[in-house]
């Protein structure tokens, strides 16, 4: 459980996180979203004490991260994969982290059995990968077994095998009951990873809110239909008996004439129309990616107030 | 790899229920720290290289002295000179050595590791200075007694026998190692307040290296004797103190010649005031 109360960091008149207030609930994966330099890091980053608040606080299981006996138990952490000295072997490296809580060598070797670095683990990590050391971050976060995990991009040069295994080992463990939240760039994969979405523009949170909810902003799902025919079937579609709602567009890639985007309508009712018609279909898929125009539209408009220059807005005026 | 098989197993054995944070685990943490990087193990053998070698070359080049057999107390401090005389060259490895435990780990963003471990804080750098004085005063005292040792038979040569049961010759060479430590601490301290590696050393070496040479040619020119005596509570000529044999009286240096406790107490005191600094700075600052 991490409970940030009015959280704010400024650096001088700019104020990287204002005045944020959100919980992140154990036995679910929360993300965290936001475009570059909305102020994710920095509050991660609060989170474990490495930066200071200007004002507000931030407690992990009703303490702040420093006054806990066994702060590795409590909070897992990867705020970055640099944060290792480049000189020492990954087995060196966790051995030292580990030590400060006489965690051992038994748990050193089963989290690199478990992050896969078996073959690297005596090799010095200023040789390492994205992905390795990524890894070997993931590797120190599970150290001291901790009920709560906070994970700053963790699929950030992950290979594809890389980036399920993320997404299998952060659903594990909020099933087993512990808090996870994890920020990501990659909205599709915060979809199918995430329950519950925190977004952040400029230092504030622009919503908070179940995974289900932030999707349905965007105005439902989409569904993908590939047909010979599309100019018929989206006739068919576009017919007024089926309501307003219903929308047709052009598939997202121009070079693909076969595919249609429809939403306000379920698979199953299109495929009824099609089939009562006699169209053919060879494709008929509900897309889920459309978190991520949930995305854009909140943090597009976020951007738009403030540049928009109507509000006297408060960074203007400071400076 | 068949990691996507392994979240079932992120639980299989606790690291135990007591595992909490403690002292020991940060002192042994810091251990295996400067024990599993290269930098540390070149350091250190070039300090115990250059200390042998160095005084086994002064040993081979001393000539006989005119009038036979020194008194004792020529003999006893000659002795103490050949096996601490690279301690000028040495001192420089320790500074350095001292400089990078701290400052490599701002370079490399292992320190935002270390104060997530310890969010304390203050206990990492304590530890961290702990270990790294103790490990580079033993490895000082090994290489400044193996010299002592291995030179001790090609002294003789010249009409001088030291006598290792005289409490001042073994306090000058203790001394020696002493000095190393903390010249190398207060370089960590340095590098603790400055977080930068270049900029580290250079003040470290500046304070050790420039600062005394500015003070003497300012006394001579200006012909003032308070600055030269400022010039012996400097770190470098202050700690030098602390490896000299009381009846060496070889120094040329200008000024207060300090006892070698006062010697020692002065260092103590630089030590203390800059790891004061780095403390109060480290408590403040973002990592």
């Known amino acids: 459980m991490i409970e940030a109360h009015g959280l704010s960091k400024h650096y001088g008149s700019r104020k990287a996180v204002d005045n944020v207030t959100f919980s992140v609930r154990p036995g679910m994966v929360t993300g965290f979203l936001g475009p570059n330099g909305a102020g994710k890091s920095t509050t991660m980053r609060m989170i474990v004490g490495l930066d200071r608040?200007?004002?507000?606080?931030?407690?992990?299981?009703?303490?702040?991260?420093?006054?806990?006996?066994?702060?590795?138990?409590?909070?897992?952490?990867?705020?970055?994969?640099?944060?290792?000295?480049?000189?020492?072997?990954?087995?060196?490296?966790?051995?030292?982290?580990?030590?400060?809580?006489?965690?051992?060598?038994?748990?050193v070797d089963e989290v690199i059995g478990l992050t896969g670095l078996d073959s690297v683990a005596r090799k010095r990590v200023g040789g390492f990968s994205l992905g390795m050391g990524q890894r070997l971050g993931i590797a120190?976060?599970?150290?001291?077994?901790?009920?709560?995990?906070?994970?700053?991009?963790?699929?950030?040069?992950?290979?594809?095998?890389?980036?399920?295994?993320?997404?299998?080992?952060?659903?594990?463990?909020?099933?087993?009951?512990?808090?996870?939240f994890l920020s990501s760039h990659l909205m599709s994969e915060m979809a199918q990873t995430a329950d519950h979405i925190i977004v952040?523009?400029?230092g504030r949170v622009i919503a908070d809110a179940p995974v289900a909810e932030i999707v349905a902003l965007s105005g439902g799902k989409l569904v993908?239909?590939?047909?010979?025919?599309?100019?018929?079937?989206?006739?068919?579609?576009?017919?007024?008996?089926?309501?307003?709602?219903?929308?047709?567009?052009?598939?997202?890639?121009?070079?693909?004439?076969?595919?249609?985007?429809?939403?306000?309508?379920?698979?199953a009712r299109i495929g009824e129309i099609a089939a009562s018609a006699g169209v053919v279909l060879h494709e008929l898929t509900t897309v889920a990616g459309s978190l991520e125009e949930a995305y854009m539209t909140l943090t597009q408009d976020e951007v738009e107030y403030h540049a928009g220059g109507s509000q006297p807005a408060a960074e203007g005026a400071i400076r | 790899m068949s990691t996507t098989t392994a979240p079932a197993a992120s639980r299989a054995s606790s690291p135990g229920t007591l595992s909490q944070l403690t002292f020991g685990g940060i002192l042994k943490s810091e251990w295996i720290k400067l024990a599993s990087l290269r930098s540390t193990l070149w350091c250190y053998g070039l300090m115990i290289a250059i200390t042998i070698g160095f005084g086994v070359l002064v040993a081979l080049t001393l000539t006989d002295a005119p009038g036979g057999q020194p008194p004792v107390e020529v003999q006893?401090?000659?002795?103490?000179?050949?096996?601490?005389?690279?301690?000028?060259?040495?001192?420089?490895?320790?500074?350095?050595?001292?400089?990078?435990?701290?400052?490599?780990?701002?370079?490399?963003?292992?320190?935002?590791?270390?104060?997530?471990?310890?969010?304390?804080?203050?206990?990492?750098?304590?530890?961290?200075?702990?270990?790294?004085?103790?490990?580079?005063?033993?490895?000082g005292l090994i290489a400044i007694v193996g010299?002592?040792?291995?030179?001790?038979?090609?002294?003789?040569?010249?009409?001088?026998?030291?006598?290792?049961?005289?409490?001042?010759?073994?306090?000058?060479?203790?001394?020696?190692?002493?000095?190393?430590?903390?010249?190398?601490?207060?370089?960590?301290?340095?590098?603790?307040?400055?977080?930068?590696?270049?900029?580290?050393?250079?003040?470290?070496?500046?304070l050790i290296l420039v600062v005394p040479t500015i003070l003497l040619i300012l006394s001579a020119v200006l012909q003032a004797d308070w600055l030269a005596n400022v010039g012996a509570f400097l770190p470098d000529a202050a700690g030098s103190r602390m490896?000299?044999?009381?009846?060496?009286?070889?120094?040329?240096?200008?000024?207060?010649?300090?006892?070698?406790?006062?010697?020692?107490l002065v260092l103590l005191a630089w030590d203390a005031v800059l790891l004061l600094a780095a403390a109060v700075l480290l408590k403040r600052r973002d990592a």
């Open chain 1, 224 to 267: 993908r239909v590939r047909t010979p025919d599309a100019a018929r079937l989206a006739q068919l579609l576009a017919s007024p008996e089926l309501g307003t709602e219903v929308g047709v567009n052009p598939g997202a890639d121009a070079d693909e004439h076969d595919v249609l985007e429809v939403s306000g309508l379920g698979a």
């Open chain 2, 147 to 206: 010299t002592a040792l291995v030179t001790a038979p090609l002294l003789p040569r010249i009409g001088i026998t030291p006598d290792f049961a005289d409490p001042g010759y073994l306090l000058a060479l203790v001394g020696g190692a002493g000095y190393l430590a903390l010249i190398g601490v207060l370089a960590l301290a340095v590098g603790a307040i400055l977080r930068h590696s270049a900029g580290a050393i250079a003040a470290a070496l500046g």
């Open chain 1, 53 to 107: 608040p200007t004002s507000g606080s931030v407690t992990v299981n009703g303490k702040p991260y420093s006054q806990h006996r066994a702060p590795l138990r409590e909070v897992g952490v990867l705020l970055d994969a640099k944060a290792i000295h480049t000189g020492r072997s990954a087995v060196n490296h966790l051995l030292a982290v580990g030590a400060t809580h006489g965690i051992g060598r038994k748990r």
């Open chain 2, 76 to 139: 006893q401090g000659t002795a103490v000179q050949v096996a601490t005389l690279a301690i000028g060259f040495t001192a420089l490895v320790s500074v350095v050595l001292g400089a990078l435990v701290i400052t490599g780990e701002y370079g490399t963003g292992m320190i935002r590791s270390t104060l997530t471990a310890v969010p304390t804080r203050l206990p990492a750098l304590f530890g961290k200075v702990l270990v790294f004085g103790a490990v580079t005063f033993v490895v």
């Open chain 1, 200 to 202: 952040l523009g400029r």
């Open chain 2, 243 to 264: 490896f000299s044999y009381s009846q060496d009286g070889l120094s040329v240096a200008p000024g207060l010649l300090l006892e070698p406790w006062q010697g020692l």
């Open chain 1, 140 to 180: 120190a976060a599970l150290l001291g077994d901790p009920a709560t995990l906070v994970l700053d991009e963790p699929v950030n040069g992950l290979d594809p095998e890389g980036v399920m295994w993320v997404r299998s080992l952060a659903r594990h463990l909020a099933g087993e009951g512990r808090t996870i």
